[in-house]
């Protein structure tokens, strides 16, 4: 296939979901259906055209770029003219993910359609998700940093509006403020590493800048500043992906329709940070890196800590996709990049099973409360659940594969991906000493299987905690199984490694090649070849190590919450404050309320403060005093110079009071005066 | 290039169009008021349409900024001359005007932002009359700063436009409205004071030469940013003197309190509430935008020694207004007193891009006077709206609006979420370019002012939440949705701030060659 | 006949001894007379004793045929004052129902 009929279909694949969005957004009440079938279609042709996509791209090692003048500048200074390109960007990375993003967005249309029958805004809920689909591909084939920030602001605004779905609820409007404000605090600092890059290169394009820092140039001629750049655009995948100390938002983002949290988790938003470091993989120098492994490993422990004690199902969840997440950029950060790549499609997969699984029950548990009148009762709480293997066998049976994937069980695409994740992370603490990291990656491995079954046997499994509630559930209709069925296939390995216990000569392992690091060698990472090596050396032990780990995981929730030999309380007893820890989420969300949201309050209060007496004070205070100063002038204006002027007419007045007297208005008294005043100056002139 | 009608020059039409709109209104009996609307709205129409012409016919590659040649549409007569004064010589005050890259965006915005200030005032039902006549002189004011070359009638002007406003914030405001119109006269009369002690300062040291030998003073701006026309031992003559900076401070003062920085913004809160909504939109529109145009116009160029000089200063206080407005907006219940605040913020970040003399930084902070006038103008018609309806503007006296007035809803998450910086809105492109730009000046500065954007996010959300989230009080389930006439204003607006948002290339190359000289030549001293 | 020495050459100082007395007259009828036409009479008087000394100092002065010339012209202007001064003191008796020029002060007040 040509080159440019790639593009064309890259394109096509882009804008149709807007175009679904601006459909439905201007004429979806007037469609049928409310328009569902128009955005879920525009998401099929999609899907169809980014299959075409990855399978002709696959077939060649090239990757196609396509570039287009977005703004010109000219005659800046130290610069020169300036070109800011927007631009398309086909590779092996961008392809396949494409293809994830297309699927599971699709996926989620189909459920939804069940899920959210009968909402009140049905239509614009389609919308949102098309408009979501948009942003995502958008950040997934652009070919600069420009682009990528601004589909990753579109993300954040898509994101918004879906947890924001149901905004009548204050908890989900405040989910939806928190997750885009949360994350606008990672994109400030992705803004500032690219500012970083922009003014040093004067250009956003990856292949520029990548070859530009590869001939030596770097940015400021400071190999801190690269590392700063690298530090600070991963920055944006704290934020996206819901890396330690940004995770916050990610459980609040529950609050959203579940098939939302299902695309948000697995395709669209949290993947984003991922694809955002393999992206910039090349320039990252070892110090950013190691940044990165750490802060992966820490969310990954974090995140599994948390799960193991929350009751709500989707919370669960949640808590596991940031595990997971700190999975992938641990793998990242250590260079095991197809990994931790790979960990992001396979993940996708099961984690959206997982939630819409999930969505099936508490659509499952929503009908039988409402036809026992019950309003109390909390649907999503697993206490509330039980039993529900027999009433939800295709839920179930889905549910249970997503499950063993997760936890990295054979014959699952978890276990391929997970265990190259491990055994890249062993590999690298055995050159460099860093052996924190993979002892976090074991630890996790395990929590992450004993949480996930405790979840699934609290649910599926055990005494249902009512049993009229039971007799009543339902099956979720087919529209809503059908999307779980094609998950949970694509949830076993054969469709990634034909070798059930090595996804290293699987196509997409392959097909994710490390590519090469830009950066000076003495500030680069661990070499491709050299990190090979160790991994080919130390990968039958990881094997056999993360299938013991996760079946002893496995077998501790079987033991605790099928058999109760094991009393769940009673260990929760004995870890006191690491259980009240956990279940309360480590104080994440009450030390940010005190110290970041309160401080930014006090703050604001504070400006306000100034500003209204302070600086008004001021202003007001100057004419106050300008009054003042006025009124004692026109005092001293009123007694003084006024005082003399009316004195000297008072006198006039007076003398003339008293000389009108002789003004009779008789003509003979004038003649009078006038003879005797002529008599006057006779007798005058002769007495001279 | 020239562009006459009836033997008038089209910029002479645009600037006085309104008031020929004036007399015309003043003639009319006061009891025709729907005849006063629709000759205020048929002129402003008028001049919007010449203003697009002008756009349209733009010689986009002409330099303009210090180089009389390439200014477009230019018209110059001598208009008061005084013959051989003592001391002084030969005085010239030239009804100079014309346009260049730097002012040509902002005549389009002031042509768009009166017609849409017009169908916006069309419910003003007290003392019609003088209301539209006050509001045309207005609208020439504006426009005459904009396409003015020579100082004096710059400053002309400049003043010409305090008095209406006065009148119309004083006459036409709300509660506190006497208090708020006297505050922004004096704050903008002290600026105007400033600007003239600089400009006969500046009369008296510039003196070029004519074809006859004569030693001419004169006010002409272009003149006066050559530094061969000093005379030699006045009191501006020669470059990085104390007096010059001296100079700079006050012009830079008189245009900061337009803009409006920190510390000199005190006045635009209460204005802006106080004023009726039309007169915000104008406000926030166009009359904030004058500041930077100024010193873009004025103060870099013929001072830029000075500007160099104290390119930090105005970086660090573009970075306090963008922080100290949001949190100030953070902290308001006012909604209209909340966008004025926000207002401060956005022209921090045109300060910001300006500070940086470099063209990125300058296109941005030109791009954002533009975009924020069309922002801004949206969302002080959006309080309009709900304050029409309601009589209320309290954020916390709604919720739940998002349901019951679904397009309205719309528009205002357009311009909530241009104000906010979101991509493929304009705000986002403009915002962008002036961060580049000043992050090459300046790093520290910009990466303190890059937080501004997530607190200007939560401000910009919690406003969003308390008003259109949530659920509807019982009291406003009878609220009606946009009528034709709102429709009409916001749908420009809002097509205007899409279109900029996803390809604001059109724009950029109206400014590009203007702005680049002006930062060549800024950076390069005097020649 | 005889007469005594100071009468038997009448010269100027009689006629302005004579003209003095009448104007002393008339001037006193003027100030003191309440009756305008006392007034009007007084008025005359002066006039006339003014006409005496234009005719004496025509006689005996410088002057040769002016003096005459000007008595004549008084005479006439002192006939139209008379008919003006009489017609406006009718006036005044219509309206005020008195000639006494003590009660006339309107435009005092």
């Not at chain 1, 995502?136 to 898509?158: K, P, Q």
């Not at chain 1, 030596?216 to 890396?243: E, H, R």
């Not at chain 2, 069309?374 to 002080?380: E, S, V």
Request: glycine share 8%; with cysteine; net charge neutral.
């Amino acid at each position: 296939m040509g080159m440019d009929s790639l593009i064309l279909f890259s394109l096509f694949a882009l804008f149709l979901p807007l175009a679904g969005f601006v459909v439905l957004i201007f004429f979806g009440n007037r469609l049928p259906r409310e328009g569902d079938w128009v955005a879920t279609g525009a998401v099929a042709v999609s899907f169809v055209l980014s299959l075409i996509i990855m399978f002709s791209k696959l077939a060649t090692p090239d990757s196609v770029t396509a570039t287009w003048a977005w703004v010109q500048m000219g005659n800046v200074p130290v610069l020169g003219g300036l070109t800011i390109e927007l631009g398309i960007l086909i590779d092996n990375l961008s392809s396949i993910m494409l293809v994830v993003v297309t699927l599971i967005s699709l996926l989620v249309h189909v459920y939804s359609m069940g899920y959210m029958q009968g909402d009140s805004r049905y239509g614009r809920y389609f919308a949102y998700l098309g408009f979501f689909t948009f942003s995502m591909l958008g950040i997934v084939i652009t070919h600069n940093l420009l682009m990528m920030y601004m589909f990753w602001e579109l993300v954040g605004l898509s994101s918004y509006l879906l947890i924001g779905h149901y905004y009548e609820k204050k908890s989900a409007s405040n989910a939806a403020i928190k997750a885009f404000v949360v994350n606008r605090i990672g994109d400030a600092g992705m803004f500032i590493g690219i500012m970083i890059l922009f003014v040093h290169f004067a250009t956003f394009s990856f292949d520029a800048i990548f070859g530009a820092v590869a001939a030596g140039d770097l940015p400021f001629a400071s190999q801190a500043w690269l590392t700063a750049a690298g530090v600070l655009i991963f920055c944006g995948a704290i934020g996206k992906s819901a890396q330690f100390p940004l995770h916050v938002w990610l459980p609040d983002a529950m609050e959203g329709p579940t098939p939302v949290s299902a695309l948000i988790h697995a395709a669209t938003m949290v993947a984003a940070g991922v694809f955002l470091v393999a992206r910039m993989f090349p320039i990252l120098t070892a110090d950013a890196l190691l940044v990165i492994a750490y802060i992966g490993a820490a969310t990954a422990l974090l995140a599994a800590t948390v799960a193991i004690t929350q009751y709500d199902i989707k919370k669960v969840l949640a808590w596991s996709t940031i595990s997971q997440l700190g999975y992938m950029i641990l793998a990242l950060g250590v260079g095991a990049y197809a990994a931790g790549f790979m960990h992001l499609v396979t993940h996708a997969a099961f984690k959206a099973g997982l939630f819409l699984g999930s969505g099936a029950v508490i659509y499952a548990m929503h009908a039988a409360l409402h036809k026992q009148h019950d309003h109390q009762t909390d649907a999503q709480d697993i206490r509330n659940m039980g039993g529900l293997r027999g009433k939800m066998p295709v839920t179930y049976w889905t549910f249970l594969i997503f499950t063993l994937a997760i936890s990295g069980i054979p014959l699952t695409s978890g276990f391929l991906s997970k265990d190259e994740i491990l055994a890249g992370t062993l590999a690298f603490s055995t050159l460099n000493g860093h052996f924190l990291l993979p002892l976090t990656a074991f630890l996790v491995a395990g929590m992450t299987a004993f949480y996930m079954f405790r979840l699934v046997i609290l649910t599926f499994h055990g005494k249902p905690s009512d049993k009229d509630r039971l007799s009543i559930i339902r099956e979720a209709p087919g529209v809503m199984t059908v999307p779980l069925i094609v998950l949970a296939t694509l949830s076993l390995f054969f469709f990634y490694s034909f070798n059930p216990l090595g996804a290293s000569s699987g196509w997409l392992y392959q097909a994710l090649e490390r590519p090469a690091s830009v950066v000076p060698e003495a500030i680069g990472p661990i070499a491709a070849s050299v990190l090979y090596q160790a991994v080919s050396s130390v990968h039958t032990l990881v094997m056999i190590l993360s299938i013991v780990i996760a079946v002893s995981g496995l077998a501790f929730a079987w033991l605790v919450y099928e058999k109760r030999s094991i009393s769940a309380d009673k260990m929760a007893a004995a870890m006191g404050p690491l259980y009240r820890g956990s279940y309360n989420k480590w104080y994440f969300d009450e030390m940010y309320q005190a110290v970041i949201v309160n401080g930014t309050l006090a703050l604001t209060h504070i400006s306000n403060w100034f500003d209204n007496r302070i600086i008004d004070g001021i202003v007001n205070g100057a004419a106050t005093v300008t009054q003042g100063i006025s009124k004692i002038s026109g005092w001293i204006d009123y007694m003084f110079i006024d005082g003399l002027v009316n004195f000297l007419a008072n006198f006039t007045g007076a003398i003339g009071m008293r000389l009108r007297k002789i003004q009779t208005g008789k003509v003979q008294n004038y003649l009078v005066f006038a003879v005797f005043g002529f008599l006057v100056i006779v007798f005058f002139f002769m007495a001279i | 290039m020239e562009f006459q009608i009836f033997g008038i020059g089209i910029l002479t039409w645009i600037v006085f169009l309104p008031i020929v709109g004036m007399l015309i209104v003043l003639l009319l009996p006061n009891e025709q008021k729907n005849a006063i609307r629709w000759t205020a709205a048929t002129v402003t129409g008028l001049q919007l349409v010449l203003a697009v012409v002008v756009t349209m016919i733009f010689d986009r590659t002409a330099l303009g900024i210090n180089d009389s040649n390439s200014f477009q549409f230019v018209e110059q007569f001598r208009w008061i001359v005084v013959e051989a004064v003592p001391w002084v010589g030969k005085i010239e005050i030239m009804y100079f005007m014309g346009i260049d890259g730097l002012s040509v965006l902002m005549v389009l915005l002031t042509a768009l932002i009166s017609v849409i200030g017009v169908i916006s005032s069309w419910n003003i039902e007290k003392m019609v009359k003088g209301y539209f006549a006050l509001y045309l002189l207005l609208v020439t004011g504006m426009m005459g700063v904009f396409v003015a070359l020579d100082f004096f009638l710059f400053f002309i002007f400049w003043e010409v436009m305090l008095l209406p406003m006065y009148f119309l914030i004083g006459i036409w405001g709300g509660a506190r409205r006497e208090y708020a119109a006297i505050k922004f006269f004096i704050y903008t009369f002290v600026g105007g004071v400033l600007m003239l002690l600089v400009m006969l300062a500046l009369y008296f040291s510039v003196a070029y030469t004519n074809e006859a030998g004569e030693q001419i003073h004169t006010f002409n701006l272009l003149h006066m940013m050559n530094a061969a026309n000093y005379v030699e031992g006045s009191i501006l003559y020669g470059l990085d003197t104390t007096w010059r900076y001296v100079a700079w401070l006050a012009l830079f003062i008189s245009f900061a309190i337009k803009v409006p920085l920190f510390p000199f913004h005190t006045w635009l809160p209460d204005a802006h509430v106080e004023a009726p909504t039309p007169i915000s939109v104008i406000l926030a529109g166009v009359l904030l935008k004058l500041g930077t145009y100024g010193m873009l116009r004025v103060l870099f160029p013929i001072l830029p020694d000075a500007t160099i000089f104290f390119m930090y200063l105005m970086a660090s206080l573009g970075m306090i207004s963008i922080i100290y407005g949001a949190l100030c907006a953070m902290a308001q219940q006012d909604f209209k007193k909340l966008i004025a605040y926000s207002s401060i913020s956005h022209m921090g970040i045109v300060m910001l891009g300006m500070a940086a003399l470099n063209t990125q930084g300058t296109v941005g902070a030109v791009l954002q006077m533009f975009n924020h006038g069309t922002i801004t103008a949206m969302l002080f018609l959006i309080v309009g709206v709900l304050y029409d309806r309601t009589s209320k503007r309290g954020v916390y006296d709604f919720g739940g609006i998002a349901n019951q007035m679904p397009k309205y809803t719309g528009i205002a998450m357009v311009a909530m979420f241009a104000a906010l910086g979101l991509p493929g809105l304009s705000g986002f492109v403009s915002e962008l370019f002036s961060f580049l730009g000043a992050f090459d000046s300046f790093r520290w500065i910009t990466i303190i002012s890059v937080t501004g954007i997530v607190l200007t996010a939560a401000y910009i959300l919690w406003t969003v939440q308390r008003v259109f989230l949530g659920s509807l009080s019982d009291v406003h389930k009878t609220l009606p949705d946009l009528t034709g006439r709102e429709l009409l204003m916001f749908i420009p607006l809002a097509i205007i701030v899409i279109f900029l948002g996803v390809y604001p290339a059109p724009a950029i190359e109206l400014m590009n060659a203007s702005l680049s000289h002006l930062v060549d030549f800024v950076n390069g001293g005097m020649p | 006949m005889v007469f005594p020495e100071w009468l038997a050459e009448p010269g100027l100082n009689h006629f302005l001894v004579v003209s003095a007395i009448l104007f002393s007259l008339g001037l006193l009828a003027v100030i003191s007379r309440r009756n305008i036409i006392m007034v009007l009479m007084g008025i005359e008087l002066i006039l006339n004793s003014a006409n005496l000394n234009f005719v004496a100092f025509s006689r005996y002065g410088a002057l040769s045929l002016e003096g005459h010339m000007i008595a004549l012209f008084v005479i006439i202007i002192a006939a139209a004052e008379a008919a003006i001064a009489l017609a406006i003191a009718l006036n005044i008796y219509n309206r005020f129902g008195s000639v006494d020029v003590e009660q006339i002060s309107e435009l005092k007040e």
